[in-house]
């Protein structure tokens, strides 16, 4: 190559790198494959009204996720990578065989590694069983449900390079704890896999219609309510379905696949704004059900939701997070369901569920064991003051409950706290397996002033802390 061409292909080289850069202002990408919000452009004053040192990182972070042609650059790279290495391009897609796609974020439930600590296994089996109790104690009935990953019920297209250890999930040993909490689950992970049909997309991370029809069937024989199994209803196959999956690997190819489709109509009226499937809060109506259901739903809950509420003579479907249990107070509710996906089982301790804690009566008899180590902060929500820090480790067995006092010269007053450590609250990205963290209605409290203690139950004894905090009702 002689030194006209090498110039002119040093140049060609820079405009084309440069060109994606150039048209940044005049070329708008779509986030909706991005299953997550892009970045916007950083200032470089921060919050406090200083230089922000971190401007650099988080320019090129925008650049990398706002430069024109985005996705049809990704999609161009991800369409060789999979045909000619059989490997994503994409570090939240594995490639799997026969054409399946895996979300990565499930690798390590498939594989049993880094699993939750036995403490995080017994804080999140405790807070379901508190939120049962408070569910029942409402007049209604309650059972979890966790949504399988879909290499939980179908492994056998998974790479061979991810090995399974032989050690328990993070579901299973979920569900041993729920058991021994006595808490109502439904096992969905053996209800797909007694199916012959393959009851989750290919190419997105969520089960099919047929599949929602199998857990809303389920869900109604479990309860024991009347209803239509809908296996009279003709239901058909159409390629429709644009997965989640192939979104993120294929941002600008709208690669379709096979989606069940069931030829009724629904009867169900919506009593709210609805918008979409998406929405944080969905409520319906139809005069020919008869239980009133409330459900704390994800992305799962999409597909299954029409059914439940074509079933339901009122029915609410929650998003948010977290669990507002206050939802009870405005609906004399039969059933309450809360589904998540099995992924996400950790996220259950990350944000106390909006619910008053539950008032004990207990023969404390405790040794004090001051620390520096304790926090306690206080905030109030929604009529409630909330209470929530952090304990030392040295109080604890994996199985250790954390209750809460308030006390003075006149009474002591007993509540039991989440196993939650607010980390978000706490601006701490780290994360604890001995939080706590409760909601106390004021209206039940005399007024004055309280101290606040913590009492750990420790195999058979008690663990007191010394006075966390003051609080003024």
Same mark, same amino acid.
């Given at each position: ?8 292909? !040093? ?7 440069? =060109? ?25 004053i ?8 971190? #401007? ?12 024109? %042609?985005?996705?049809?650059? @990704?999609?161009a ?22 054409? #399946? ?46 949504a ?5 019920v179908?492994?056998?297209n ?10 328990s999930?993070n ?35 969520? #089960?099919?219609?047929?599949?929602? =029809? ?12 009347k ?5 009279? =209803?003709y ?5 429709? #379905?644009?997965? $989640? ?12 696949? /096979? ?9 169900f009226?919506?009593?709210?704004? %609805? ?17 009133? =259901? ?12 029409? %059914? !439940?509420? /074509? ?29 998540? @996906?099995e992924?996400?089982l ?6 106390a ?17 001051? $620390? ?5 902060? !206080? ?12 304990? $030392? ?8 409950? !954390? ?18 450590? /607010?980390?978000?609250?706490?601006n701490d ?5 001995y ?8 209206s ?21 802390t010394?006075t ?6």
């Amino acid at each position: 190559m002689n030194k006209k061409s090498s110039i002119v292909y !040093i140049v060609s080289f820079f405009i084309i790198c440069t =060109v994606p850069v150039l048209l940044m202002p005049f070329v708008k990408n779509d986030e909706s494959g991005e299953n997550r919000k892009l970045s916007s452009m950083p200032s470089i004053i921060s919050e406090n009204g200083g230089i922000n040192l971190n #401007w650099a990182s988080e320019f090129e972070t925008y650049l990398s996720e706002h430069f024109a %042609f985005r996705e049809k650059l @990704v999609t161009a790279d991800s369409l060789i990578k999979s045909a000619v290495f059989r490997t994503s391009s994409n570090e939240k897609v594995i490639c799997g065989k026969n054409g #399946w796609l895996y979300l990565s974020e499930t690798a390590d439930d498939y594989t049993a590694e880094n699993t939750m600590s036995a403490r995080r296994i017994n804080n999140t089996a405790k807070t379901l069983s508190l939120v049962q109790e408070y569910v029942q104690n409402k007049g209604s009935r309650f059972i979890f449900m966790a949504a399988p990953n879909k290499n939980t019920v179908y492994p056998e297209n998974m790479p061979s390079r991810y090995i399974k250890t032989g050690n328990s999930s993070n579901l299973e040993m979920l569900s041993e704890k729920l058991d021994e909490y006595s808490v109502n689950q439904l096992d969905l992970v053996s209800i797909f896999k007694s199916q012959d049909s393959v009851l989750y997309h290919t190419r997105d991370s969520h #089960w099919t219609n047929e599949g929602a =029809v199998l857990v809303y069937n389920a869900l109604m024989n479990r309860f024991g309510i009347k209803h239509d199994d809908l296996s009279s =209803v003709y239901k058909h196959s159409e390629m429709i #379905w644009h997965g $989640d999956l192939d979104r993120m690997l294929f941002p600008s190819l709208e690669k379709l696949s /096979e989606q069940i489709v069931y030829d009724m109509d629904f009867s169900f009226d919506y009593t709210y704004n %609805f918008c979409s499937e998406d929405d944080y809060l969905i409520s319906a109506k139809n005069s020919k059900g008869t239980e009133n =259901v409330l459900m704390y739903r994800d992305s799962f809950g999409r597909s299954l939701y029409p %059914f !439940i509420a /074509e079933n339901s003579a009122e029915s609410v479907f929650s998003r948010e997070i977290p669990y507002r249990l206050d939802l009870l107070d405005n609906m004399d509710t039969d059933i309450t369901i809360l589904e998540i @996906v099995e992924r996400n089982l950790e996220n259950i301790t990350e944000k106390a569920p909006f619910m008053p804690a539950p008032a004990r009566n207990l023969d404390i008899s405790a040794s004090v064991e001051p $620390d520096s180590e304790n926090s306690c902060f !206080i905030s109030e929500k929604n009529g409630l003051v909330k209470i929530y820090g952090r304990l $030392d480790e040295k109080y604890f067995s994996d199985n250790s409950d !954390i209750y809460i006092t308030l006390e003075n010269e006149n009474s002591v007053l007993c509540f039991e706290a989440f196993p939650i450590y /607010e980390s978000e609250l706490l601006n701490d990205d780290s994360q604890s397996d001995y939080g706590y963290s409760l909601y106390i209605d004021p209206s039940v409290i005399n007024s004055g002033q309280y101290s606040i203690n913590a009492y750990i139950s420790n195999e058979n004894r008690f663990i007191c802390t010394d006075t966390l905090e003051n609080i003024k009702f």
